[in-house]
């Protein structure tokens, strides 16, 4: 079955720096990559997503980046601000499936 | 927040005891999930079910039920075979049949047993 593995599992930045979030997964299968967004005592909730025809997605500060050949696919969040303090998750799932297999986690902290 | 619901917030039940957790959804989804949130493990899957009166087995489902009578509604029991019971229980849910979506998360439930 899918692995996902994502690294780091922690991560500080100073406001305005760049961070970036890196996942890799096992099954050449899965072709739908989502990010979700967790902070403190709250509910995931997606932030951005990529499918396996593109390379890469941007949305304001976010952007995420997909290489099919490695099988790695990386968050990237620009000029970081507090509230970009949380836990973000990636996952994979193939598509037309139902399962999504989720990393571990990575918990961010802006430092202001 | 509207949209999926989970009850109670916080439940807390002595070893040896089942116990259920509550799942509901007013999305019109056919497809509903219950994961297990450990720090440091990321969300694991429990049970799913794409359609009513049918779900398959995720991949910690031992020690766990559900039931799928309604369109709206997932309840997840914790039963005494559960060895390690204490954690964060998030239900989703998405829609099926498209090309594959976002899942919608409730507020989750924080179970303690002692």
């Known amino acids: 079955g899918e692995n996902v593995e994502q690294h780091p599992s922690t991560l500080s930045v100073q406001e305005g720096d760049s961070a970036v979030i890196k996942c890799t997964y096992s099954d050449s299968a899965s072709n739908y990559f989502p990010w979700y967004k967790q902070e403190l005592g709250k509910r995931p909730q997606l932030i951005i997503d990529i499918r396996s025809n593109v390379g890469e997605k941007k949305d304001q500060r976010i952007a995420v980046t997909l290489n099919k050949t490695a099988k790695h696919f990386s968050l990237h969040i620009t000029e970081t601000q507090p509230e970009d303090s949380a836990v973000y998750f990636c996952?994979?799932?193939?598509?037309?499936?139902?399962?999504?297999?989720f990393g571990a986690g990575t918990i961010l902290r802006v430092k202001s | 927040d509207g949209g999926i619901t989970q009850s109670p917030k916080y439940l807390f039940r002595k070893e040896g005891q089942n116990v259920t957790l509550s799942c509901e959804q007013n999305l019109n989804h056919d497809a509903m999930y219950w994961y297990r949130q450990d720090p440091g493990q990321g969300l694991r899957l429990i049970y799913y079910s794409q359609i009513v009166n049918d779900f398959q087995k995720g991949d910690i489902a031992e020690g766990y039920s559900v039931s799928r009578e309604k369109k709206e509604s997932f309840p997840l029991t914790v039963t005494s075979a559960q060895k390690n019971p204490t954690a964060f229980y998030l239900c989703?849910?998405?829609?099926?049949?498209?090309?594959?979506?976002?899942?919608?998360f409730g507020p989750g439930t924080r179970l303690t047993v002692t």
């Open positions: 989703a849910s998405s829609i099926e049949g498209n090309p594959a979506g976002e899942q919608y």
């Open positions: 996952a994979a799932r193939q598509e037309y499936g139902n399962k999504l297999v």
